[in-house]
T-cell receptor, first 114, second 113 residues
Framework: KQEVTQIPAALSVPEGENLVLNCSFT??????LQWFRQDPGKGLTSLLL?????REQTSGRLNASLDKSSGRSTLYIAASQPGDSATYLC?????????????FGEGTQLTVNP | KAGVTQTPRYLIKTRGQQVTLSCSPI?????VSWYQQTPGQGLQFLFE???????NKGNFPGRFSGRQFSNSRSEMNVSTLELGDSALYLC????????????FGEGSRLTVL
């Protein structure tokens, strides 16, 4: 059974700091990994999608890496801003015999202080 | 381009009742999946539909069911509601079933009293 773990569970940093969020998964036979952010009471916003054949993806101040063999992904946020405060979730897509499903981690709650 | 639309956004039901939630995917997306989010269990997969066929089902009791229509819109139904069904129900759509990026709606928050 695929398990996804995110460390740390919560993180508080001053504005402007660079930071790294970690995600690990137990089954390396994945199709892809996706990072999301969730604001309180809201749905999930897709940040980055990394296919299993890729090593990293970048979007603006965000960079996500994937090491499938070791079952790890990191989300790097450069020059953090108060607007980055949210819960960040990673999810892996394990293709089963029919269809596919996302398995989510518990999330990292990020607070960026002005 | 409109995103994933879920209705209703909020609803309150009592135990024993049933509820139907609706999801309209992004135009052109044929895959729709549903997730339940609770503080204790996090995000858990309910089911996935592609071209009106259920392709995958999570580990939920038979009280949870769903369907997809020919226009890719999807509904999920929960019968005989229990207090533990209180949750945020999220719908996601993607262009492709297996490898596509998932886009989520704002969710339907269900409270069971």
């Amino acid at each position: 059974k695929q398990e996804v773990t995110q460390i740390p569970a919560a993180l508080s940093v001053p504005e402007g700091e660079n930071l790294v969020l970690n995600c690990s998964f137990t089954d390396s036979a994945i199709y892809n990994l996706q990072w999301f952010r969730q604001d309180p009471g809201k749905g999930l916003t897709s940040l980055l999608l990394i296919q299993s054949s890729q090593r990293e993806q970048t979007s603006g101040r965000l960079n996500a890496s994937l090491d499938k063999s070791s079952g790890r992904s990191t989300l790097y946020i450069a020059a953090s801003q108060p607007g980055d405060s949210a819960t960040y979730l990673c999810a892996v897509r394990l293709v089963e015999t029919s269809g596919s499903r996302l398995t989510f981690g518990e999330g990292t709650q990020l607070t960026v202080n002005p | 381009k409109a995103g994933v639309t879920q209705t209703p956004r909020y609803l309150i039901k009592t135990r024993g009742q049933q509820v139907t939630l609706s999801c309209s995917p992004i135009s052109g997306h044929r895959s729709v999946s549903w997730y339940q989010q609770t503080p204790g269990q996090g995000l858990q997969f309910l089911f996935e539909y592609f071209s009106e066929t259920q392709r995958n089902k999570g580990n939920f009791p038979g009280r949870f069911s769903g369907r997809q229509f020919s226009n890719s819109r999807s509904e999920m139904n929960v019968s005989t509601l229990e207090l533990g069904d209180s949750a945020l129900y999220l719908c996601a759509s993607s262009l492709q079933s297996s490898t596509g990026e998932l886009f989520f709606g704002e969710g339907s928050r269900l409270t069971v009293l």
